[in-house]
């Protein structure tokens, strides 16, 4: 069965940092891109970052880009995310996820949400003074 559990949520300080870890297993982990996402509450589920199964690839939804960094670690079956520069509005329940095929290398197939077919159940973060 598949699993990601995601684990790094906590408070922060505006303008602090925290690194997100998602561990995956019930796969083939090294044949398939990743990505994170957000929900904010009473909003909708946003597309964060990508990164393709090998991890020559990283893609950013332009909200972060430039603050966060997405990486995986193939023979740990783990994807991280680092958040830096974090701001009130990046406050949301983050979620990873499986890409529903193989071969993800683009922004716009990274980038649309119907595109996973398995998801973790999220770690909360919230910035905050």
């Known amino acids: 069965q598949v699993q990601l559990v995601e684990s790094g949520g906590g408070l922060a300080q505006p303008g602090g940092s925290l690194r997100l870890s998602c561990a995956a297993s019930g796969f083939t982990f090294s044949s398939y891109a990743m990505s994170w996402a957000r929900q904010a509450p009473g909003k909708g589920l946003e597309w964060v970052s990508g990164?393709?199964?090998?991890?020559?690839?990283?893609y950013y939804a332009d909200s972060v880009k430039g603050r966060f960094t997405i990486s995986r670690d193939n023979a740990k079956n783990t994807v991280y995310l680092q958040m830096n520069s974090l701001k009130p509005e990046d406050t949301a329940l983050y979620y990873c996820?499986?890409?529903?095929?193989?071969?993800?290398?683009?922004?716009?197939?990274?980038?649309?949400?119907?595109?996973?077919?398995?998801w973790g159940q999220g770690t909360q973060v919230t910035v905050s003074s």
């Open positions: 990164i393709y199964s090998d991890g020559s690839d990283t």
């Open positions: 996820a499986k890409a529903r095929s193989l071969y993800y290398s683009d922004y716009l197939t990274m980038r649309k949400i119907n595109n996973y077919d398995y």
